[in-house]
């Protein structure tokens, strides 16, 4: 009687709350999340009926679970192992049969009679690990196995109306009631896992009423920024470089809470399915530590068996995790990503192949650094933006480490003990300076509400947006002429650093590519005094100008690295601050070696003062041949090395280096006479002393700062590049069309050189190809070449691949990237034929995604939901106006329909079923075409659509 008192209590409460809630606003911070940003990682567990080997009968799967010895404490235990603060168990998955860890009064799906979730709570509540509960809205799954897991029927009954399960309706209804009845009965979980919204949710405001239920409570939303939601959880990210640096991929900036939720096993699915698949502890180990760098938890998927136990691999992982992360546990808890809002040195790519993360304590007054991939030599150097340095620390040994402060980098040096997987450096950093503080910010686009004065203004809460203006300027007003030496940019973290897929999501880097930066006493008269490519990383990005005195600085952003395809992110343009730079911290405690100064200088070679060199100083003076030099003797073993110079030119150049006795030609491109820029050439040194003479031809040589000399790296590396090539996806050639235009482009995307580039087609066996081959000697970051060819076929046109390939050399290895054309012959019966992901369609907001099974390989994914959802075929090209049959190819799972207009004509509903996503389907509709170029364009402004392979057309 007292329970179904409660239960119209809250009835009551939820008609009430929902006439007076108001519209969700963004949970940035909010007391109740405290517990979840002091944390470093969680547990993620996939298990229910479907975990192998499957059960289709509820009670059965019950009976094995016990029977099995299932265990909460054994799950507790295992993520205590992994540093977990949580565990998420998804157990109602619509992969998993929906089942129900808990007994439930709501029929319709699998709910167990024993209390498993309530005991997984008590246990985490004995051992201070938080137990939050996945819960999905999904329920196009529901006849996965061949039998029905959704009970329509019994719940129909429960509530007194006809209720189907498996429309996303009747299950967001069903699953709306199952979060009441555990709000209700589990005080102590800490909050909901949420996988994507659902509508019946949103129109009743769950969410809303579960803030008002249980205020303490976290919501979690997986690949969506709901503004609701406590925490954006960034789902299984691949392809970044290096491969475990995970937040490359996430979009999502802070202060905002952030997961990286990804599995453990190498393969196979996100459960059991029967095998113990290896668990990489390179990958692992380096998503961890990177996502802590960014203040991203780590929810890391594992896939316990029937009983609740993990499969071997996965243990012994948990076990490596219990003992690794103890001694570094003060540079990951309590502590915050460094580079970023909290402050911080630089992170990512540093010297001689190394890359990392910073963590900071609050203030960052400690600071930790990351090695997560050593460099080849013994000594790490990194921007650390105006932090004077008074002592470092290895954490796992106590050694105390020698270093120094100068031009802006810190250099750690001789460095004797590595981690295999992450080698961590406590620094202490009691002084941030070289800053200007009182700087103001106009700029010639803004979008409303987020000004320019926002860039200089000392919080990471509020940008500055271009308002999709490119190119676009920022000036910076010092208030009167003073020094400055540099830039520090702090973009806004709201896009990955590189082109991706995202569930069929298109996304691209919105980071400053090209730049130019210019100075000036009155703000009229300009004088420029630096241009260049800004890596897309994340972090702090620095701008070095040499040594300016001014009033004014403008920053004009040509572009950016987003490319059209991603229409969120193509031309768009935040930045959180930037910062005015007018001095280094200088710490000359040990001298960094093969410094230019402290070599042999020889004729007119000369020290002089540079204050972004290394040591301050820099050799000028060369030029006019080898008797005004700079001569190093070096001692290595035997083999072949990566020699790196840091010079300074305020014109183009060359430099000679000489290696005992062999010289080498190196030209050197104009920048500053005070700023150093690297450059570096593959050279062989023999076992012992080794002589390297650097002088110039020129009759004014370069600069000359200091060099390095690393092993080369492995063989296997190739700089990324991004290879973009005319016409994308299978082209279906009819009669009468002989020829084709294929136009690429390649662009390098790291500040790595590719030397002697050669851009161009192969013709296929028969065919030939008009246009001479894209060539250019050095290739830099961000600089492109750009080729066009036509390819002719011959008579009869078989299938054929037309490989685009662009050759290039990397520290004199030979490397090359190569993306094909595929053509074919168009079937008979078709007068047109065209793939969805054809670079001549348009896309709107849609995107691409594999599909084995496809055509091509592809499909067009993300159709429909909004008005910019869609896919447009251009120039659908037919000889005779008339009526003609269109085959529409699609994938779906469910039922949905397309809208198909015609020359933006009237639309036509097509309504389409299937199951699984997996398998191509066809449909056929009438359509009536002009002579000529026509347009198709498949939407549905209101829902989501199939997924689209591939259409053509038939005479009727």
């Not at 799906?109 to 997984?120: A, F, I, P, V, Y």
């Not at 750690?412 to 620094?427: A, E, M, P, Q």
């Not at 593959?682 to 002393?689: E, I, N, Q, R, T």
């Not at 793939?835 to 849609?846: M, V, Y």
Request: aromatic share 10%; glycine share 10%; hydrophobic share 35%.
């Amino acid at each position: 009687m007292q329970r179904r008192i409660r239960t119209i209590l809250l009835s009551v409460f939820v008609v009430l709350l929902a006439m007076i809630t108001p519209v969700a606003h963004a949970e940035v911070e909010h007391p109740r999340q405290q517990w979840l940003r002091a944390s470093t990682a969680g547990l993620f567990l996939h298990w229910g009926m479907f975990t192998a080997p499957k059960h289709l009968d509820c009670a059965e799967w019950e009976r094995d679970v016990t029977g099995g010895g299932w265990s909460a404490d054994y799950w507790v235990d295992e993520a205590r192992k992994l540093g977990a603060s949580y565990i998420v168990l998804a157990t109602f998955h619509s992969r998993l049969g929906y089942a129900r860890p808990w007994p439930s009064g709501i029929p319709g799906s699998c709910s167990t009679k024993r209390d498993l979730l309530g005991e997984l709570v008590r246990a985490g509540k004995a051992k201070d690990v938080k137990i939050i509960l996945y819960m999905t809205d999904d329920p196009q799954w529901h006849s996965e196995q061949g039998k029905q897991m959704l009970d329509s029927a019994a719940y129909s009954a429960y509530k007194g109306q006809q209720v189907d399960l498996t429309t996303r309706r009747g299950f967001g209804m069903y699953s709306y009631d199952l979060f009441f009845e555990v709000m209700r009965n589990y005080a102590d979980l800490a909050g909901f896992w949420i996988d994507n919204d659902n509508e019946y949710w949103e129109q009743n405001k769950l969410y809303e009423q579960i803030r008002a239920l249980r205020p303490s409570w976290l919501l979690s939303n997986n690949n969506e920024d709901t503004p609701i939601m406590d925490t954006v959880s960034n789902e299984q990210k691949t392809g970044m470089t290096p491969s475990y640096d995970y937040p490359q991929a996430a979009w999502t900036p802070m202060p905002r809470l952030v997961e990286a939720d990804y599995k453990l096993p190498t393969t196979g699915d996100w459960w059991y399915d029967g095998r113990d698949h290896p668990v990489d502890f390179r990958l692992s180990t380096g998503r961890y530590i990177t996502n802590a760098g960014s203040s991203m938890k780590s929810l890391m998927a594992e896939t316990p068996m029937v009983n609740g136990k993990f499969p071997p691999s996965q243990e012994k992982f948990n076990n490596f995790m219990a003992e690794w992360v103890p001694p570094i546990r003060e540079s990951l808890y309590g502590t915050e990503g460094g580079g970023y809002m909290y402050g911080g040195m630089q992170p990512g790519f540093w010297n001689d192949g190394a890359h990392g993360v910073i963590t900071v304590k609050p203030g960052a007054k400690t600071q930790y650094i990351h090695v997560a991939t050593r460099p080849s030599t013994d000594m790490l150097r990194l921007r650390d933006n105006g932090y004077w340095v008074t002592g470092i620390t290895d954490v796992r040994t106590g050694e105390r480490l020698k270093f120094n402060q100068s031009g802006g980098y810190l250099t750690i040096l001789n460095i004797r003990n590595w981690d295999t997987y992450d080698t961590v450096f406590k620094v202490d950093t009691p002084l941030q300076t070289g800053y200007y503080k009182d700087v103001s910010a106009t700029a010639t686009s803004a979008r409303d509400g987020f000004p320019a004065s926002n860039l200089t203004d000392g919080s990471f809460e509020s940008y500055w947006d271009a308002n999709d203006k490119l190119p676009v300027s920022v000036t910076l007003d010092l208030k009167q002429r003073k020094p400055a030496t540099h830039l520090a940019v702090n973009q806004r973290e709201w896009s990955p650093t590189y082109a991706r897929v995202s569930f069929g999501r298109p996304e691209d880097s919105a980071r400053i590519k090209d730049y130019k930066v210019s100075v000036s006493d009155d703000g009229v008269r300009w004088r420029e005094v630096r241009a260049g490519a800004m890596p897309s990383a994340r972090g702090t990005q620095f701008i070095d100008i040499g040594q300016q005195t001014t009033r004014y600085i403008k920053l004009d952003v040509l572009n950016t690295w987003g490319g059209p395809q991603a229409p969120r992110f193509f031309g768009e343009l935040q930045i959180d601050e930037i910062k005015v730079g007018h001095g280094y911290p200088l710490i000359p405690r040990t001298q960094t070696p093969l410094e230019a100064e402290h070599a042999q200088l020889n004729g007119t070679a000369r020290r002089s003062i540079c204050f972004a060199c290394s040591g301050t100083s820099q050799v000028i003076g060369l030029g006019g041949g080898t008797r005004n030099s700079v001569t190093y003797n070096v001692t290595s073993e035997a083999g072949d090395y990566k020699l790196e110079v840091n010079t300074t030119s305020s014109e183009a150049t060359s430099l000679t280096v000489n290696v005992n006795g062999t010289a080498t030609e190196v030209p050197i491109p104009a920048d500053r006479p005070d700023v150093p820029t690297d450059t570096a050439i593959s050279v062989p040194l023999k076992a012992g002393p080794n002589t390297i003479a650097l002088s110039s031809n020129g009759a004014r040589g370069p600069g000359i700062d200091r060099i390095a000399v690393a092993p080369l790296p492995p063989a296997s590396y190739t700089p990324t590049t991004t290879m973009t090539v005319k016409p994308h996806g299978v082209q279906w050639i009819g009669p009468g069309q002989q020829s084709i235009k294929v136009t690429a482009q390649l662009r390098l995307d790291v500040d790595d050189a590719l030397d002697n580039v050669e851009l161009k087609p192969t013709a296929p066996a028969g065919w030939t190809v008009q246009g001479a081959p894209a060539t250019v000697q050095k290739l830099r970051l961000g600089q492109i070449l750009s080729g066009e060819w036509t390819l002719t076929a011959p008579a009869q046109i078989p299938a054929v691949t037309a490989p685009v390939t662009a050759s290039f050399q990397v520290l004199g290895r030979a490397k090359q990237v190569t993306t094909n054309v595929d053509i074919k012959p168009r079937p008979a019966d078709r007068v047109f034929m065209r793939e969805a992901e054809d670079s001549r369609n348009q896309f709107g907001s849609t995107g691409l995604t594999g599909c084995g099974s496809c055509s091509g390989g592809e499909k067009v994914r993300n159709i429909g939901g909004s008005p910019d959802a869609f896919v447009q075929f251009d120039d659908v090209t037919v000889d005779s106006a008339g009526q003609y049959t269109l085959y529409i190819d699609f994938t779906v799972n469910g039922p949905r329909s397309y809208f198909v207009s015609v020359n933006g004509g009237a639309p036509t509903e097509v309504k389409v079923d299937g199951q699984g996503n997996n398998t191509p389907y066809t449909t056929t509709i009438p359509v009536t075409l002009n002579a000529g170029a026509n347009t198709i364009k498949f939407f549905n402004d209101q829902s989501g659509a199939p997924d689209l392979d591939r259409v053509s057309l038939g005479t009727s």
